[in-house]
């Protein structure tokens, strides 16, 4: 156990003196102040009065706003642009875990030690990750600090949205892992994890895509390909719906929500067994 | 007590990348080092020897054969708990200090906090770093990291260190300070796996040696028993002339004149001492006997040449892999080494023991 505790403290340690840390939460946090510097609320009586963006007069319309219905409709569509950035950052975060602990004169000096392959792997996976939801906690609990700063409304749904996104994060991570312990290049770890990504996002059509296609074939292997993946799409919608809750417009409803989560799960934890399965048996 | 190190018909085939060639690194190989032994393994570039360490520590999975650490087989991490590893070419990363990297390995072989913060200053005194335990690796020199390496490897006080060339990039002195420290964990009844291309070095520190060539041990004992050459003595005598040589001839003795000094060859040692005795009753005075030897890099060279150089994709023979055992040389086993004798010296330089 300690070296598993020492191993996942090895992968903060790294970040830090890599640049990768002060990076990761360095863009965050210019991407928080330039939402805090955005947005100027002028709120008269709990209703909207006036608003500016970048400085901008923001056209209301005429009916009046209620203040909070404002901050939901506000934070349920940011949650969304933090669903991209933070996982986004996560990856290129941690990508690199897996291909720097592979070099030669490296990966000796960890395995000579009593721990085992697997234990060694999920550490640098369970560190990432804690990396990760360092990260994705920095950037909403700031944000929603703002918010609520600004408009003295606090709406805890918005926190929530964070474990949508690092739903997301720890499955592509997972992914990004497999593809690092193949080719032990961080590059390719994360093309390959960026392209799962968006074919998958693509594939979020699955069914107007299988009817456009000419034969049955290829139907039936867009069909596969859209369950095999991880459901990206669908899971930046239901960070919205997720923080919205009620209110949520009837185009972000997931219809099948186990489905779903549960096919994108049984990706991230087939990428991880596979991952772990490969390193056990790896020559070095 | 389990045997430290041991591997039993250890082979390693590698298989070139669309599996259309096979590649033998080893070959099938006994290996034994018993406790308090410091065992050099020798052999040319490819013989073997990093691939028979790497399946040792579980690095590398074997084709066939069985490795053991300390009773416990190699492929269960528990048997590099008090293991101690210091790999060809490592690299530390350039942003901890000597101090932080001795910690963190610490603690990765299952050493509590306070132990190591106890343990890291001692080990960065005994490998000339103290002064040097607060900044980063990236500033040190290769014989810097290398006592780090070490330092690394001894940090959680293992009772077997398997080193790959330690002093790779270590100045004398340095050397020589390595070379007494890895006597000192001998004397403290640690077990010692150099792998080292430095032959005069592993003459120096080890009490035994295996020549690996071609994935096989060739020759394996103990330094004196590769390096001894024969009933061939350095004689200086006065009253040694021409009638006498001739003399000891006629015995079936070969002796010829060197430098000041005669090589003498004998059948063994009644036949030297019969020799003596009539240099003695021809009025000559003996001033100095002494057996020959030949070097390590002799003997090491012979084995490698006789082979044409090569290491590289030897087949297995599985009727004849070779051994080499650390227990005391058997009779049977031509000092220590099974299945595969020590091969004898060719005429090369010799120097008096």
């Known amino acids: 156990m300690r070296a598993f505790v020492a191993s996942v403290q090895e992968v903060f340690r790294e970040a830090a003196a890599r640049w990768t840390l002060i990076a990761y939460f360095a863009l965050s946090t210019l991407f928080i102040l330039l939402f805090a510097a955005a947005v100027n609320l002028d709120i008269v009586n709990g209703a909207l009065a006036g608003m500016k963006l970048f400085g901008q007069t923001v056209d209301l319309p005429d009916?009046?706003?209620?203040?909070?219905?404002?901050?939901?409709?506000?934070?349920?569509?940011?949650?969304?642009?933090?669903?991209?950035?933070?996982?986004?950052?996560?990856?290129?975060?941690?990508?690199?875990?897996?291909?720097?602990?592979?070099?030669?004169?490296?990966?000796?000096?960890?395995?000579?030690?009593?721990?085992?392959?697997?234990?060694?792997?999920?550490?640098?996976?369970?560190?990432?990750?804690?990396?990760?939801?360092?990260?994705?906690?920095?950037?909403?609990?700031?944000?929603?600090?703002?918010?609520?700063?600004?408009?003295?409304?606090?709406?805890?749904?918005?926190?929530?949205?964070?474990?949508?996104?690092?739903?997301?994060?720890?499955?592509?991570?997972?992914?990004?892992?497999?593809?690092?312990?193949?080719?032990?290049?961080?590059?390719?770890?994360?093309?390959?994890?960026?392209?799962?990504?968006?074919?998958?996002?693509?594939?979020?059509?699955?069914?107007?895509?299988s009817a456009a296609v000419s034969t049955e074939i290829v139907a039936r292997l867009v069909e596969g390909f859209?369950?095999?993946?991880?459901?990206?799409?669908?899971?930046?919608?239901?960070?919205?719906?997720?923080?919205?809750?009620?209110?949520?417009?009837?185009?972000?409803t997931i219809v099948n929500p186990v489905a779903i989560y549960g096919s994108t799960a049984l990706f991230g934890v087939a990428s991880l067994g596979l991952a772990s399965w490969l390193f056990s048996r790896k020559d070095f | 007590m389990a045997t430290p190190i041991e591997a039993v018909g250890l082979s390693k085939v590698y298989m070139s990348r669309f599996g259309t060639r096979r590649i033998t690194a080893l070959g099938g190989i006994d290996l034994r080092v018993e406790q308090g032994q410091v065992f050099g393994l020798l052999g040319p570039n490819g013989a073997g020897k990093t691939t028979t360490v790497k399946i040792l520590l579980g690095l590398t999975r074997p084709t066939s054969g069985s490795a053991s650490l300390l009773g416990l087989p190699a492929s269960n991490p528990e048997s590099r708990r008090r293991v101690g590893y210091l790999p060809e070419g490592h690299r530390f990363p350039g942003y901890l200090t000597a101090r932080q990297t001795l910690t963190i390995f610490g603690r990765m072989s299952g050493m509590d906090s306070a132990l190591v913060r106890r343990r890291a200053p001692e080990l960065l005194e005994r490998v000339r770093l103290s002064e040097w335990a607060d900044v980063r690796v990236k500033k040190f020199s290769k014989g810097m990291t290398q006592r780090l390496g070490l330092a690394a490897a001894m940090i959680h006080d293992p009772e077997v260190l398997l080193l790959d060339e330690p002093t790779d990039g270590v100045d004398p002195v340095g050397r020589r300070e390595i070379r007494d420290l890895l006597q000192e964990e001998a004397r403290r009844g640690k077990t010692v796996l150099l792998n080292s291309h430095l032959l005069s070095e592993i003459e120096r520190t080890c009490d035994r040696v295996a020549v690996l060539r071609g994935g096989r041990v060739a020759a394996a004992g103990r330094i004196e028993e590769l390096t001894a050459s024969g009933s061939r003595y350095k004689l200086v005598a006065t009253g040694v002339d021409d009638v006498l040589l001739a003399a000891f001839r006629e015995?079936?003795?070969?002796?010829?004149?060197?430098?000041?000094?005669?090589?003498?060859?004998?059948?063994?040692?009644?036949?030297?001492?019969?020799?003596?005795?009539?240099?003695?009753?021809?009025?000559?005075?003996?001033?100095?006997?002494?057996?020959?030897?030949?070097?390590?890099?002799?003997?090491?060279?012979?084995?490698?040449?006789?082979?044409?150089?090569?290491?590289?994709?030897?087949?297995?023979?599985?009727?004849?892999?070779?051994?080499?055992?650390?227990?005391?040389?058997?009779?049977?086993?031509?000092?220590?080494?099974?299945?595969?004798?020590?091969?004898?010296?060719?005429?090369?330089?010799?120097?008096?023991?």
């Open chain 1, 63 to 209: 009916r009046q706003i209620r203040i909070d219905e404002l901050v939901l409709g506000f934070e349920s569509t940011f949650s969304g642009v933090l669903y991209f950035v933070g996982l986004f950052l996560a990856l290129f975060a941690t990508a690199h875990l897996v291909p720097r602990l592979q070099e030669k004169g490296t990966i000796d000096l960890y395995l000579s030690r009593p721990i085992g392959r697997v234990s060694l792997l999920l550490s640098r996976y369970t560190g990432g990750l804690l990396l990760a939801a360092a990260n994705v906690a920095y950037m909403i609990g700031a944000i929603w600090l703002i918010v609520a700063w600004k408009t003295r409304v606090f709406h805890p749904r918005f926190l929530l949205s964070g474990i949508v996104i690092l739903f997301t994060i720890a499955t592509l991570m997972a992914f990004a892992f497999l593809v690092g312990v193949i080719t032990s290049s961080t590059a390719v770890s994360l093309m390959g994890t960026y392209a799962v990504f968006f074919l998958a996002a693509i594939l979020a059509l699955h069914t107007q895509i």
């Open chain 2, 251 to 353: 015995t079936g003795a070969s002796v010829q004149r060197v430098n000041g000094h005669f090589d003498l060859s004998a059948r063994d040692l009644d036949h030297v001492n019969a020799l003596v005795d009539r240099l003695r009753a021809a009025g000559g005075k003996l001033q100095e006997l002494t057996p020959l030897r030949t070097s390590l890099e002799d003997v090491f060279v012979d084995l490698v040449r006789e082979s044409g150089g090569g290491a590289h994709g030897a087949p297995p023979n599985p009727q004849s892999g070779g051994g080499a055992h650390g227990a005391p040389p058997s009779p049977q086993s031509g000092g220590g080494a099974h299945g595969a004798p020590p091969s004898p010296p060719g005429p090369t330089s010799e120097r008096p023991s």
């Open chain 1, 226 to 252: 859209y369950w095999v993946l991880p459901k990206t799409a669908e899971l930046g919608k239901a960070t919205v719906a997720l923080v919205a809750g009620d209110e949520a417009p009837a185009r972000l």
